[in-house]
């Protein structure tokens, strides 16, 4: 019986343990966003130290109803903050989520973005921001990363 017992707890330790290796959540800084808030930024998987992102799942809850809304992606370099290209900008597609978004209704988007290479390389901020129909910031937020020569942004969590 003991044996079984220890061997639950071992298990059960094994599991957490790899939860945690599994998806890590980013430290991150609010910026203006007065129609939502930003919850959590989290890197799925993230097996390692520092963990790259691909692909990054974002959490928010809007403080109104979101019909339609833009996703607009920065990098603050040496002269301001450099807007990104995106593959798809419209929060409504191909994002997992269902609009309209529904005010006071945590929602989660999860994304995968190359960094572009004219982002110079180095240790980084990164600014995304969600813009509602009406030109109102939904959610804003700005994380630490290091970019990479091959595109690749990382998160180091030490």
């Known amino acids: 019986m003991a044996k079984l017992v220890s061997s639950i707890i071992v298990a ?21 966003s007065p129609f939502g808030q930003l919850n959590s930024v989290d890197v799925t998987p993230c097996n390692g ?19 339609n809304g833009k996703i607009s992606l920065y990098a ?5 903050w450099m807007k990104l290209p995106l593959k798809n900008p419209n929060i409504c597609e191909g ?3 269902k609009c ?3 005010e006071g209704v945590p929602v989660e988007v999860s994304a995968a973005q190359q960094v572009p290479q004219v982002v110079p390389l180095g240790t980084r901020q990164l600014k995304a921001k969600l813009v509602d129909q009406n030109g109102g ?17 990382y998160a180091d969590f030490e």
């Not at 957490?16 to 980013?26: A, D, G, P």
């Not at 130290?49 to 019909?67: D, H, L, M």
């Open 100 to 102: 309209p978004l529904q």
């Open 49 to 67: 130290n520092p963990c790259i992102f691909k692909p990054v799942a974002v959490s928010f809850t809007p403080n109104e109803v979101v019909s």
């Open 76 to 80: 603050k370099t040496f002269f301001g």
């Open 95 to 97: 994002h997992r989520v």
């Open 12 to 32: 059960y330790l094994l599991i957490i343990s790899s939860e945690e290796t599994l998806s890590r959540e980013v430290p991150f800084t609010k910026c203006a």
């Open 137 to 153: 910031t939904v959610v804003c937020g700005i994380i630490t990363v290091k970019i990479t020569r091959n595109g690749n942004a």
